[in-house]
């Protein structure tokens, strides 16, 4: 290995990917294309059942993973520029608009609030929002006014003094206020000019005074607790740390607007406007020093918060929100001016290095962990590199594209065949300790790693016409030819067919791969055959998203079978008597479907996509279960409340059920099943309804449940009811 690196740093053309972390959080995109009004985003919410409601600049959005609903646009109501949103503990949900209104939501009926007019007559615009868990108070941050405390009955106050503050951050009866002295009717000066931040409990005021020169004309104040005890501010170009309401220090930031967000693992967001994007932090050390990662670069941030099942969600000026199912989830981006160069193939080497085979018939090495990026000197045979191998025993990585080529003391070399014109080879399919079998266009051949000769696979004295090769635990050869399938157990010099009689046996494979527990998959671009103590059975998956022939196999260490193609992902648990099928694709939290091979390192897999490096932990999806949410029940299309064993007329026999399980992860592709009695058979639908349609009368313990990512069912939601017999069967 230190050979390796020695010469890569003499030799190779190295960058810096400026990574602190192993590559970018993966974000999916959400704008106009997908059914928001605008890319205008100012916040998004998530309310106590689950929905997500997104502030934009042309109304007030709800989300439910399947569509967005519109309430200014059903309402016809021209107030549309939403800015902030609450809820309270009745569940009601309040916004304020950039036309200094209140409104709330009341059967899907935006009402404006009855004391509107008054907070008309205020002067300056919201700075800030909040309402008390009640509802029975609102907070109103008012540029040119102050903080004004109103209650439903139309009593306000100015707190503590009119015309100083400019902004508030309400959090269960505490205030931080930042307090300002007015400078609107000089033309020339700063409009608000910063004097003091004041912190009020409810145990009083206490006034924490900052340098007047360190606020740099701010007019906008933001915060996040850290702890129990500290609390980030930011306040203009500057973010001030607070411990037990005392300052302690500040750093500069590039605007004058900036969100902070604190996350679960003590990691800090600060999303600025101008372009400057998400800064990471992994602490709050990182933050004194300004060392940080930068996210979604170029893009404008109004809003960080997350769901109860730990999505990311983040809002822009222009651009819509984007979305981070899990924070585990990376990619790596190549350099930008090598980004014609795509990722074919993938090996690990060691301390976080990976190898990349590139369209170009070059090969780079990436780290991840380090954030650099270097590329080998050219192979002799430049083609598409199909396949990378690494055998860290001899810090030697191989190559396939035209010819078996290996790198070696930072030199390539090319393996020897019929006039120096080294062994044709199309893919690496197999690697021992001792040997590499290389699949070429007719014929398979196992390489000798330590004199690097090839040597041709026989049946006899005639070559086989080698498809795909795999060796067992037991050191079983299997081998597929262009006719059939057939394996040579360890002590037997001949290959032979299998000890099975099966037509399974009789049909080409183009992959084989056999576990630690010597289960053998093998097949080709219709199904694929699982082999495993004497029995077979034909693998059909249910979606249009079957691997194909040029399917990578790899084993996760709890013995799931990952699948990787052109077309995502296909996770594998099989089981005595029957298996469970797991698609992972766009809507799981990948940028790309088209992964062209795969790797395993430090509990990750590694895939090699169009869009650059992805890793996602081999954990990713071992998700909790979930219990379906109800949202409508209808009763002959008339709202209902479905209260247990509610007794319904022998006419109301018509049902339709809306269900949701707000995870956003898998957004739009909820899997249901429902059952009317214990003993009936379960029902699969992947609609988020359903439709009992003309039920006889009788009592109806329906039972419904939800599959998670994992493709387990999870706990039962029951609704109890019974419809009653006609009268002149009572």
């Known amino acids: ?66 569509v967005y609903k519109n309430y200014h646009s059903i309402n016809s109501n021209s107030d549309n520029n939403v800015r902030f949103i609450e809820q309270d503990s009745t569940g009601r949900i309040w916004f304020a608009t950039l036309k200094n209104r209140i409104y709330y939501i009341v059967n899907d009926l935006i009402i404006p609030f009855r004391h509107n007019d008054k907070i008309k007559k205020t002067k300056g615009v919201f700075h800030d929002f909040k309402v008390n868990k009640s509802g029975t108070v609102l907070y109103l941050a008012m540029g040119r006014t102050g903080l004004i405390s109103m209650d439903t009955s139309g009593y306000y106050s100015v707190l503590p003094k009119k015309n100083t503050n400019s902004k508030v951050i309400y959090e269960y009866e505490d205030f931080i206020i930042s307090s300002f002295n007015n400078k609107e009717d000089a033309p020339d000066s700063t409009i608000w000019k910063p004097n003091t931040i004041e912190w009020h409990t409810s145990a009083g005021k206490k006034d924490i005074i900052i340098d007047k020169k360190n606020l740099d004309g701010a007019i906008h104040i933001y915060g996040a607790k850290f702890g129990t005890t500290g609390r980030i501010v930011v306040l203009g170009k500057k973010v001030f740390y607070f411990e037990n309401q005392t300052y302690k220090w500040n750093n500069l930031l590039p605007v004058l607007k900036g969100i902070p967000f604190v996350d679960s693992d003590g990691s800090i967001y600060i999303g600025m406007l101008e372009g400057n994007g998400l800064r990471k932090y992994k602490n709050l050390e990182d933050l004194r020093l300004n060392r940080f990662t930068t996210i979604l670069g170029g893009k404008s941030i109004t809003w960080i918060s997350k769901d109860r099942a730990d999505g990311m969600w983040v809002s822009t000026i222009d651009d819509g929100y984007y979305y981070n199912a899990n924070s585990s989830t990376f990619l790596s981006e190549m350099p930008e001016n090598y980004r014609a160069k795509k990722m ?61 080529q290996y790198f070696e003391n ?61 060796i067992s635990n037991d050191s079983t050869v299997w081998v597929s030819t262009s006719k059939e399938i057939l394996c040579k157990p360890k002590g037997v010099k001949e290959f032979r067919k ?46 249009e998203t079957f691997p194909g022939n040029d399917a990578k196999i790899l084993e996760s260490p709890d013995g ?66 979930i219990t379906p949410s109800l949202e ?90 019974s419809i009653a017999p006609i009268f002149y069967k009572s």
């Open 410 to 470: 930072g030199k390539w070399f090319s393996t020897v065949k019929q006039n120096d014109r080294g062994i044709p080879c199309q893919i690496i399919t197999y690697r021992d300790q001792n040997h590499i079998f290389c699949k070429t266009g007719q014929y398979g051949l196992l390489v000798d790693k330590n004199d690097l000769s090839g040597k041709l696979l026989k049946a006899g004295d005639e070559g086989l016409d080698i498809r795909a090769f795999a």
């Open 1 to 66: 290995m230190q050979k390796i690196i020695v010469c890569l740093l003499i030799i190779c053309i190295c960058h810096s990917l400026g990574l602190s972390q192993i590559g970018q959080p993966v974000f999916r995109h959400y704008t106009k294309d997908q059914g928001l009004p605008t890319n205008n985003v100012n916040e998004i919410y998530q309310d106590k059942t689950g929905y997500i409601w997104i502030a934009t600049g042309e109304g007030l959005c709800r989300y439910d993973g399947y």
């Open 632 to 721: 409508y029940f209808l009763v002959n299309d008339s709202l209902f409340s479905p209260e247990k064993n509610h007794l319904l007329s022998y006419d109301q026999n018509n049902i339709t059920i809306t269900l949701n399980t707000f995870n956003y992860r898998i957004a739009g592709r909820n899997l249901f099943r429902y059952r009317l009695h214990s003993k009936s058979s379960w029902q699969e639908t992947s609609e988020k309804q359903i439709k009992l349609f003309s039920l006889q009368d009788g009592n109806y313990p329906l039972e419904i449940q939800a599959k998670n990512e994992e493709g387990i069912w999870g706990k039962s939601l029951l609704i109890d009811f």
């Open 344 to 404: 074919r193939s993938l090996t690990a080497g060691g301390n976080g290095q990976f190898f990349l085979g590139l369209s170009s018939g070059e090969v780079a090495e990436i780290n991840p962990y380090q954030g650099s990026f270097s590329m080998l000197p050219k192979c002799p045979y430049p083609s598409i590199v199909q396949s990378v191998y690494y055998d860290q025993s001899k810090t030697r990585m191989y190559a396939a594209s035209n010819y078996l």
């Open 560 to 625: 799931k079978i990952w699948m990787v193609s052109g077309k995502g992902c296909m996770i594998y648990h099989f089981y005595e008597g029957g298996f469970d099928e797991q698609y992972i694709g766009l809507n799981y939290g990948l940028p790309d479907e088209q992964i062209f091979d795969a790797a395993y390192y430090d509990k990750k897999f590694w895939l090699a996509t169009d869009k650059g490096l992805v890793t996602i932990p081999d954990t990713l999806y071992n998700h909790a279960l």
């Open 498 to 543: 299998p000890d099975l009689s099966n037509k399974a046996f009789e049909t080409p494979a183009e992959y084989f791969y056999i576990s630690r527990k010597g289960e053998v998959i093998f097949g080709n671009s219709n199904s694929f055959y699982y082999f495993f103590k004497n029995k077979i059975s034909k693998i059909t998956p249910k979606k």
